[in-house]
């Protein structure tokens, strides 16, 4: 409770000179019947004053939000052991978990610490997996979520995407209605949010480079769309040549050198590909309907985009070949009265999209749609760079906010920012671990 | 831009024009605003004449067809009802007897539906509206279009009455 004191005062405390930050909350609906029990014990703490941070805490938290995981309240833990050989494997077979997480934090040298820690399996009484983590003390909390990640992965076999960000836009008024738009990043916890841009015009599709340093958006100026790429570590924007009409939905191929993107130029909306070393345009589709919100598949073999040649919005597919079109596009929904924003699963097997204002799976092969949610107005959906959750935006009452949803239905959970809205959530690539 | 135009517009008259008799056909280009095809040459002999003046008089008038200024549009649709139509007919005959003034056309959409879909969808409804005008005789270079997607609404709720409103083309005379 002091801890949680004390993040909001320095939360209060870095925000106050920019009042207007958002401060992004998260909220798990329900936890899932059917999630593996996991112990992770408190770790360890040795060195002066108190420990900067409750690792064990920060993993029960990841591992909860997952849905996949129900980690074992503190209050109900049997011992407190902090190495695997002060571990009795008996005691926590009573408590009918399958795996414990024991670790212990030391203090190096001023605000340099090692962390380490053993996944163990309760069964066999084995370890599973251990591991010693360096980090200062800023990057304490990517430790915790890259501890989480090497627990998610030793015991599902999915890497996990807990050391990711996400990039939203959230949307304050003032007493006079005027807006302030904010591009911002934060961890997927909702920590550590930074503002890369400020602007009173609109700012959409925020699109995430593979290389996760710079990330793609439009500004919606009053003169009309521009497409922009900012750098995330020096903050550095590039405008991109503008063309008449429409500079929309930008998509970074997988190379990260080509943005697929929206022109309307020739006159209705296409695809075009940009090529970002040259500034060269090359049409992609060609059609007087509207075609939209390309995405790429993760070989760069194609592109999912949104179309209504047929009358309706709905999805469909084109190949590529040397960055031009191969064939006719191919339609891949055709239930449903509105198909769009698709998001490509990193294996590339299946696509999250909008189906009728709700959030739903299309696998690839089979063309099977899925519904992932109940809610209404859900829109931008975004795949975790595990492909295990999907993030999309959506309303609570009339506030706008961010949800989150594993790719099997479970774990439904909210975010919401203290003051306005949140829209536009794009989930990073994977981050190589810095230890 | 278009204030600069309307200087040298109007210099352009009292050097060239200046024994002619003035705007004498002020009165007929308001009353013409929104009639048959005939009085298109009304509204084009006052402008030569009359100029900026009587397109201001024109555009301030709340009682002429020119004062409707958007038109709203079906869910997911840039379709132009009948009624619209006859109103658009009296913008393209004023911007025919305008070539001087051109108009910006700002196509928007409602909440539902993506916001990237939404900012074609806008501008579709506002590139509809310009054909009509061009088609009914103004020139496409007097007309702009420009989308703002669903980023702009007019109604701020989340039911039929605030989408009705917020799918819309809204017409706007640079300077007026």
Known sequence: MTRHLHIWMLAALLAWPLSGRATLTIEIEKGEADAIPIAVVPFGWQGPRRAPLD???????????????????????????TTAAQVRY?????????????????????????????????????????????????????????????????????????????????????????????LAISDVDGYNEQVLLTSPNPILSPAWAPDGERIAYVSVTPKGPVIYIQNVYNRRARKLKRFPGLNNAPAFSPDGR??????????????????????????????PAIDVEAAWLPDGSGLVFTSDRGGTPQLYRIALRGGRPAGRPQRLTFSGKYNARASVSPDGRRVAFVHDHRIALLDLETLAIKVLTETRLDESPSFAPNGDMVIYATRDGSAGVLAAISVEGRAPQTLSVTRGEIREPAWSPLRRRNF | ???????????????????????????????????????????????????????????????????????????????????????????????????????????????????????????????????????QGADRGQLQTISFGEERPVALGHDEEAWRLNRRVEILYSGY
Request: with cysteine.
């Open chain 1, 55 to 81: 690792v064990a805490a920060v993993v029960r938290s990841d591992l909860a939000r997952s849905g996949r995981f129900a980690p074992v309240p503190v209050a109900d833990l049997v011992a407190r052991p």
């Open chain 1, 90 to 182: 008996p005691d926590w077979r009573v408590l009918k978990v399958n795996s414990l997480v024991v670790g212990r934090m030391v203090e190096t040298e001023r605000n340099r610490f090692r962390i380490d820690f053993q996944l163990l399996d309760v069964v066999n009484g084995q370890q599973i997996a251990g591991y010693s983590i360096r980090a200062g003390v800023r990057d304490l909390r990517r430790a915790a979520h890259q501890i989480s990640d090497l627990v998610f992965e030793a015991l599902t076999g999915i890497p996990g995407a807990f050391d990711t960000r996400i990039a939203y836009v959230t949307v304050t008024a003032d007493r006079r209605g005027r807006k302030t738009y904010r």
């Open chain 1, 258 to 287: 080509t943005l697929a993107v929206t022109l309307s130029k020739d006159g209705s909306a296409d695809i075009y590909l940009y090529d970002l070393k040259t500034d060269r345009v090359t049409r992609i589709t060609r059609s």
């Open chain 2, 1 to 135: 831009m278009d204030r600069l135009l309307k200087i040298v517009f109007v210099t352009g008259l009292m050097l060239g024009l200046a024994a002619c008799a003035g705007p004498a056909k002020e009165g007929e280009g308001a009353a013409g605003g929104g009639g048959p095809a005939a009085s298109g040459g009304d509204t084009r002999r006052a402008a030569e004449a009359g100029g900026p003046v009587d397109a201001k008089t024109l555009l301030s008038d709340p009682n002429s067809p020119l004062a409707k200024r958007v038109f709203y549009f079906d869910f997911d649709s840039a379709e132009v009802s009948a009624e619209d139509r006859a109103a658009l007919r009296a913008h393209a005959e004023f911007l025919a007897a305008h070539p001087g003034i051109s108009a910006v056309l700002e196509g928007h959409a409602d909440e539902r539906g993506t916001r990237e879909y939404n900012m074609a969808l806008g501008e579709r409804r506002a590139k509809a509206v310009a054909k009509l005008l061009v088609l």
